[in-house]
């Protein structure tokens, strides 16, 4: 897959599978994350959620989109906590399934995990091995 197809997958796909470290365990979870124009995820989430002190103790995550075509995106990066006002807004208006969790970008739990993507490694059905690109 090439950049476009990449960013495309994220897009169509709606959510993505983030994964991050708890002591020496992974930990999962299904997300929606959105893509910025600059190559970064954001990620609403409650400020009171274990996945805000597992990125605080371990920066490190990565986010697996599939398609239906068990096409396949595994971004991985750096992820830290934010409170950026311009972002929350950015995200509030492109995701409308947080208006069910939050009551908009001021509301004390709507807080964002920001991925500063690094690399992602791509595959299709086709593919014996995987590729490896960057969004930035």
């Known amino acids: ?18 994964a991050t470290v708890e002591g020496d365990t992974p930990k999962a979870r299904p997300m929606m994350p959105y893509l910025t124009e600059e190559g970064d995820l954001l990620i609403a989430t409650m400020a009171q959620k274990r996945v805000v002190g597992q990125i605080k103790a371990n920066s490190r995550v990565e986010v697996c989109f599939i398609d239906r075509k068990m096409n396949f995106a595994r971004v991985s990066g750096n992820a830290s906590v934010s409170n950026d006002m311009e972002n929350k807004k950015l995200i509030w208006n492109n995701v409308p399934m947080l208006r069910q969790y939050f009551s ?33």
């Not at 495309?8 to 993505?16: N, S, V």
């Open 104 to 136: 908009g970008p001021e509301d004390a739990n709507f807080i964002l995990v920001r991925i500063d993507t690094s690399t992602v490694e791509t595959m299709t059905p086709q593919q014996m091995e995987p590729e490896v690109l960057k969004l930035k």
């Open 1 to 18: 897959m090439d950049k476009q197809e990449v960013i495309d997958l994220i897009k169509d796909a709606g959510y993505g599978v983030l």
